[in-house]
């Protein structure tokens, strides 16, 4: 190609549907995405070009797209490995230059090529059992090409070739709804290997599996036994493959792992060395599909060095990390043989030691002894923590610097979105937005990472989807969790509350703001990520959650019967009753039927369901007068008067005309006001209520809630030292005690919510078409803020807003990505549409209400 013509134009290495290695994929015409570097203003595609290289082209094909288009070659068979490479055109003759290429893998597609047989250990007694090691010796011939090893576990594993670790992944294979899929993973183990003996072994614990979970702390719930499947293929170079297999020619033996639980933690004996080897036990075990993944596994992301370590006993040191994380410690120790380290972890103190109260039954112990033969490193193999704080005993002598560090471990998610902003407070706290989801990304999207808990809590992911999808590529991530919600998604709508589904105490219903992730996510990665995948792959059941929502409808066309959790965690309700809401839930549950029903409605055209979509419209538009008739007056006032039956009433569309809303607006900010800005939603409202005051006029109050530094707020727990989202707008209650009540994590996202409106609103970046395709510029300056900025790494490329203030000229920069539109709106002037490229305004700004923030008072620490 001609560089002049294109001026610096490349193309990146193409992307696999939303794999970060796409090494053993499971899809056989796995969508491609790519974007375009250029410094040509208004730059679009007009036409691509895939190559297989050396095996097939696509030749050209006329369309502007990038981003998940369809696979353009010959479907994919188990093991085909191809380097894939783009090039594109614009208005110019000549195509850009290719691309680096990316090379694809597939997995084992097909169930019968499965070889290997589940095997574990022929111990089996009651309860949970120890860890155990299982090994097979082989020969490896020369000529090897190469190698892969496809595994899976009832439980969890990790393999080990000649002594070393394969692969790079934690707490594999990761939690599914295991009777419906297993996870399987793909290992390139090539370089592990050499000429002659070799032996492969896999170390296997409970996990999920088999340990004990949920606060009921119930064993075995999938199944008796823990197992390992793994398929060895030696591929030569003169075309034949050789099969090592988990068979009964395996065995198996104790090894120096005693115990290890995912809430108790790991008990290593490093003097014990595996002996008396036995032959393993096939096992048949009651599992699903066996399944590639579609999102990316957990890793070790991050290593923190303590901030500060203090004695407090003679055999005890506390170490402070700073910020509250998931993972777990690891240690280099010199020492006597049998000295035993023990490592208890907390996100809290309390009277200067841990507290461990809010983590209930969940041990958070991890015990190393040591073999006494030199520097020994040690970190917990099948176990992970959420804390701050950590105390060692034991540990012979001082901790020196590097001795231990904190390995945060979660969903090895590419960041792609950041905020900044001229406040310091407002900026720790979308700070902790983003650590509460690095702790609550670990396989399942989970509530908490810390106590006898831990579970994937639809209502939770359904209100935190915008933010999470904007900070990270969770796309993978949660696509793949959706698809368990629709495997445990019943015949009659019943959406469980938290997935996978494993029995507790807590009942089970047709619960609103919950079961509507169905209704919400998939359109959230639709609009954020250009993905509508989710959609047609969750559309039945979308559907299924909101004909069972139908059958509660009343003759009033109001959902009035049933349990509901309603306006969850509302900060007046007391410690012990957290579902005792100043809100009515059946005005939640019924202002959320309407809202799915319109959403199911736009998912249904989607998927080309016209029938369906007109339905859906129908019945929307018939529960959200359902709505109004029963808890609305004409006027606008809602009959909850509570800032939360506004937000949705307001955010949700469920009123008629300009005159109700208008009104029910200045009722919200009213109510705001009179409580002196203090925040008085729940789950239910959080996510919604500064959109319906600015979006009605009362920026001023949105800003003066939102920089609200007395409890309950956003801020104040920042002004406490939180370094995440807590669970309860009071989890440390203002003179330093821990909240009363039985749930009180330090570490929940759901309340982070509001950063999607700091990315919006504050910074003013927002999708306006699918992927950000279009890109709606729409910063609201506000509250004393100075500068505020948002960037974002769309499908097609960065995206970014910038806005600074200079006496009153407010000065906006804006990026568009090469292929995408802005429609840019700022205070005071009528929209602009503006094409890719850089782009700068000034404009006169003068805001209604511009008080600073006030002087706070010191920050505390735990």
Known sequence: MSAQNHRGTRVSTPRIEHHTRPLGIGERTPRLSWQVETGTPGWRQRAYEVEAVGLWSSGVIDSPDSVLVPWPGPALNSRDRVEIRVRVWSGEAEPTAWSATTTVEAGLLDAGEWQAAFVGSTDTGDGDRRPVL???????????????VYATACGVYELEVNGSRAGDEVLAPGWTSYHHRLRYQTLDVTDLLQPGPNALSGWLADGWWRGEYGWNRIGERYGRDTALLAQLELHYADGSVERVVTDDTWSWAYGPILRAGIYDGEHHDARIVAGAWTPVQKKDLDVGELTAPAGPPVRRIEELPPRSVTRVDEATHLLDFGQNLAGRLRITVTGPAGTAISMRHAEVLEDGRLCTRPIRTADAHDVYVLAGDGPETWEPRFTYHGFRYAEIAGWPGE??????????????????????????????????????????????????PQRDERLGWTGDLQVFAPTAAFLYDSTGSIADWLADVSAETGDDGLVPLYVPHIDTP??????????????????????????????????????????????????????ARGQQLGDWLDPAAPPDRPGEARTDPYLVATAYLAYSARLLARQARLVGKSDDATDYEALSARVAAGFRREFVTASGRCVSDTQTAYALALCLDLLDGEDQRAHAGARLARLVRKAEFRIGTGFAGTPLVLDALSETGHLEEAYRLLLETGCPSWLYPVTMGATTIWERWDSMLPDGTINPGEMTSFNHYALGAVADWLHRTVAGLAPAAPGYRTIRVRPRPGGGLSSASAAH??????????????????????????????????????????????????????????DPIQPLPPRRHF
């Open 399 to 448: 901790i020196e610097p590097g001795a231990v560090v904190a390995v945060v471990c979660h969903d090895d998610m590419t960041e792609t979105g950041t905020f900044s902003c001229s406040e310091p407070l407002l900026q720790r706290l979308h700070d902790n937005v983003r650590w509460s989801m690095r702790g609550n990304f670990v396989s399942v999207p989970t509530d908490c």
């Open 506 to 559: 807590f009942p089970q219903f047709h619960c609103a703001v919950w079961g509507d992730v169905t209704t919400v996510v998939p359109l959230v990665l639709l609009d954020r990520a250009g993905d509508l995948g989710p959609v047609l792959s969750g559309y039945e059941t979308a559907r299924r959650w909101v004909e069972g929502c139908r059958r509660l409808l009343d003759g009033g066309d109001v959902i």
């Open 793 to 850: 790494r769309t499908p097609y490329g960065p995206a970014s807003v910038a806005w600074r203030r200079d006496g009153t000229t407010l000065h906006v920069d804006v990026i568009v990505p090469p292929g995408c539109d802005a429609v840019v709106e700022l205070p005071g002037q009528a929209a602009t549409t503006v094409l890719s490229g850089e782009h700068s305004f000034a404009v006169e700004y003068r805001p209604v209400h511009d």
């Open 134 to 148: 299982l090994r097979r010796e082989f020969t490896v011939r020369e000529g090897l090409l190469h190698a892969r």
